[in-house]
């Protein structure tokens, strides 16, 4: 107790001197006071998880800034459907200083509110560790930054490469519809499912949908779409759906009664050949076994339309943000530029837990072929979207999209109906 | 003189009701406490909220800054009546809901709790048998059945199923709800029961030695004797049927998030006005909610206090 004090002190004199010495102002001193070890005292971090790859990432990096700053840090982790459930509740009300948040829509709704602080001094001093495409996703609709990214991950096809290698199969070389197509018809004949799907979580669906939408229609609709200047009933829309029923047959039945881990079992378990999902789930392979890990690949979804290529991917970045009503918000200020630091993303790294940060400094000649394949998806593409549910309002994704592509899978013949209501739903949405 | 009398009398008539109504300041004190602070945190937490619920299901909202509040009139009700299928999807499961724990559950928990009544042999182990669910909450319930029944859960295992065979018990749209329904009465039937057979050990003896020495048989006396004479318990049971199923929200948020795997009303409340998604559309959700419980227990208790009236 005695220690932490003198520390203190000794920080706030240290503080004073440098605020003197530059001859900086208040704006100045509040910056310092983020860059003085100590100076930012004890914080809470709130974690969107409760996996064990990712709590041992975060636990390391807050590991990391105790150790470093002498800061104490309560970490407290929620369930990551339950921290979404109640985000705005928890910010109105007494937040963790520094959260696990989402870059895109959901970042800016938040902060449009006013419930995000403004971290852009924070950028100043670590932006250029960063793309510019990064600072984009991580500002407000204000031009002011809100969000420091942690990682990202393409959504694209996985695979086993034991399993392919097995029937004989080359997945590097699917590259276009039909090549998928017949590597479905192909699999179904050895007796396995093509692809692996789920829906229960009423999300899990909304990449496929997303990556058939920016195949056959290009970019730009896709986010016209989303954004409501472009009609569900569009012809271009049921094209995408006439796409997805033909990867039905190849799908596991029970599409609604499984959630993204169902489906990643099915993978696991070499029942299926390829799982349509977001990179994040190779920590769960790593679980496993290591093996596992290292035998599992990736290459995006193929080409429908050649005027597009395979020129869009969905990657999703993931990252922290500073509450406004937090009891210190100085200290999460303090810990989301350490976060966003490669100091604080090489604590990351060290754990060994698979990360492909949005950090510059990143070494990539460590990745592991894995991550390199995850890198060739993004190389490959011209144009990153976030994902459906972070590219549209929420309360149109969760509330009226999750449900209608449920009832989709429950009668596909029904596409047009569905899309009309999708439609009649948008037109009657609150106004913003 | 003979007009003396009532005027005498008079006074001391009204001193006596006066006394009976006058409270020491210790009375009044306790009182105060006793009704006051109950009565004032319903109404902070009861009726406050669920009027505020009422205009706020009139408006736009992000839930976030007062400020923002915008009128938008019927605009809530009309979206959720005309432009939004899933709703009469929730009605339907609700509505089945209620057939089934009406015409299979309720009946079933009283016929166990008459049987158990007539103390039929090892009646004390049915009765703590089927009493046993009604400790666990349905959240806990949704639990246990969800570890049994889902694609790699014990059944589906003791079948010798893999995932993607796995009888779809939750995701089935042909039975799922029978599935639901099921787990939903194996607590429900158990409820009624201990209500039914509370009841039954209050009915006197003797109407039942009466009937039968009047040569009523068994169905006969529960007919027209036992029944009737349960009447407050029955208005119970009613009422609770009517609202357990109404209200089903906890099992279905276990099982299925707040996605739309199976549509319910109680959960489109909270979808719409729990996280991301809050609009002002989950308060009229929950309006609709309120008034399809209100109406049909409001009236079933306003007739049956009428015919007790007559």
Redesign the interface.
Known sequence: MLNKITGHEVDRRLLLKGAAAGGLGIAGATMLAGCAPGAAGPLTFGARTVDESPTQQLQALVAAYTAKTGNEVAYNATES?AF??????YL?GTPDDCFQWMAGY?MQ?FAD???LEDISDVWDDIGDQYPESYKIASTGLDGKQYFVPQGWYPWGLHFRKSMMAEIGMKPEDIYNWDDFMSALAELKGQGL?GLASAD????EAMGTFDILNARINGYQFHVDLLGGREKWTDDRVKEVFRHWEMMLPYQ???????EWD?AM??LL?K??GFFMNGSWFGGNFLEQSQEDYDDLMIVPFPEINPDHGRDTVDAPVDGFCVAKNGGNPEGGKDFIKFAGDMEGVQAMLDTGVPLTSANKGQDKSSYDAFQNAQQAVMDEAKYITQFLDRDTR??????IV??AF??WF?DPSSTDSILE?LQ??W?????L | MSSAAPIEKKPVKAKKLKRRRTFSRADRLTLGVFIGIPTFLHVALVWFPAFVTIYLSFT??????IGDI?W?GL?NY??IF?????FW?ALRVNVVWLVWFGVIATPLGILLAYQIDREIRGHTFYQSAYYLPVVLSLAVIGVIWNFLL???GLVNGLLGL???E?V??????RYNIWVILTMASWRHIGYIMLLYLAGLKAVDASLREASSIDGATEWQTFKKVVFPAMKPVNIIVIVITIIESLRAFDLIYII??????L?ILGV?VF??I????????GAAYAVILFLLSIVPIVSYLRQQFKEDVS
């Open positions: 459907n979404q459930n109640n985000l705005s509740q109105q959901r709704f509110q006013g419930l499912i229960k979580g009423g999300w596991n039945t029970n599409v609604l009664d499984l169902g079992q099915l378990q029942q299926a929420p309360d149109f994704a969760g509330p999750g449900p449920q009832s429950k209501s009649s739903q037109d009657a949405l609150a106004p | 736009y909202w992000t839930g976030i800054h915008q938008a605009a009309e979206n005309f432009n939004t299928p899933i999807d889902r694609p790699d893999e995932i993607s796995a779809s018990f939750f995701g089935d749209d299925y998030g707040s996605s739309g795997g549509p489109l979808q719409n729990a996280g991301e998604g809050a609009s002002m559309k």
